[in-house]
């Protein structure tokens, strides 16, 4: 990996809680998108963010789930009132956009008791 | 919608033994990338073709993109139990945007 940077690593919510992910980009890149791999399954794409502007979110649940990705700071994935079902894993990358090489952080693990 | 189909889903070898891993798209793939992905950890990348064609090397791993774009495989020679892991292809359906779609994955391992 080229230092994509995610954190936490590990996060445990209640269910009703809020869960905020965070992913730094490789230094450079201002394309980040957002995957989720759900148990047993393979790697979806949620949402695709430049810098302040949300370019294509057609993977990103209608409700409790928003991303931003600010002009200062790393990428937010913010997932309302947890339910177990968001139990995930949720990889963040970035790149330069189009079809150029892209590097996956080490993922956040969530999982809602 | 364009769909990646990988085979096989598992794959067993003895160390020292040679391997294919294939990628099969339903629609022409404008980037097939690579990436390695062990148990509970992020995604490593491999590599990225774009040309029909196109075949790169790094190490003992080889991928290659047909001439038609529609299918890639991953050749590994020699295989190591370093090689074990989860190999996912992923796709760039549009061409401009980056946004991936993967395949499910095929789980390799190596026995020493």
């Known amino acids: 990996n080229a230092g994509v940077m995610q954190n936490p690593r590990h996060l445990v919510r209640r269910r009703g809680q809020e869960a905020r992910l965070r992913c730094s980009p490789v230094k450079g890149h201002s394309h980040v998108y957002w995957y989720r791999q759900l148990p047993e399954e393979g790697l979806k794409f949620m949402v695709y963010l430049q810098k302040e502007n949300i370019i294509d979110e057609s993977g990103m649940p209608k409700e409790r789930f928003s991303a931003e990705f600010p002009k200062e700071g790393p990428s937010i994935l913010r997932i309302q009132q947890v339910v177990r079902g968001d139990s995930a894993a949720y990889f963040c990358?970035?790149?330069?956009?189009?079809?150029?090489?892209?590097?996956f952080g080490q993922g956040t693990r969530l999982t809602v008791v | 919608s364009q769909e990646l189909e990988q085979s096989p889903q598992s794959l067993i070898v003895q160390e020292g033994k040679n391997l294919t891993i294939n990628c099969t798209s339903s629609?022409?793939?404008?980037?097939l990338y690579w990436y390695k992905q062990k148990y509970g950890e992020g995604l490593i990348f491999l590599m990225m073709?774009?040309?029909?064609?196109e075949e790169k090397s790094h190490e003992k791993i080889t991928a290659k993109l047909d001439e038609k774009k529609q299918q890639s495989s991953l050749h590994i020679t020699a295989s190591q139990p370093s090689h074990a892991g989860i190999y996912l292809c992923?796709?760039?359906?549009?061409?401009?945007?980056?946004?991936?779609?993967f395949g499910q994955g095929t789980t390799l391992q190596v026995k020493p």
């Open positions: 629609k022409t793939l404008y980037g």
């Open positions: 992923g796709a760039d359906g549009s061409g401009n945007t980056g946004k991936l779609i």
């Open positions: 990358a970035s790149s330069n956009g189009g079809t150029t090489e892209a590097f």
């Open positions: 073709l774009q040309k029909g064609g």
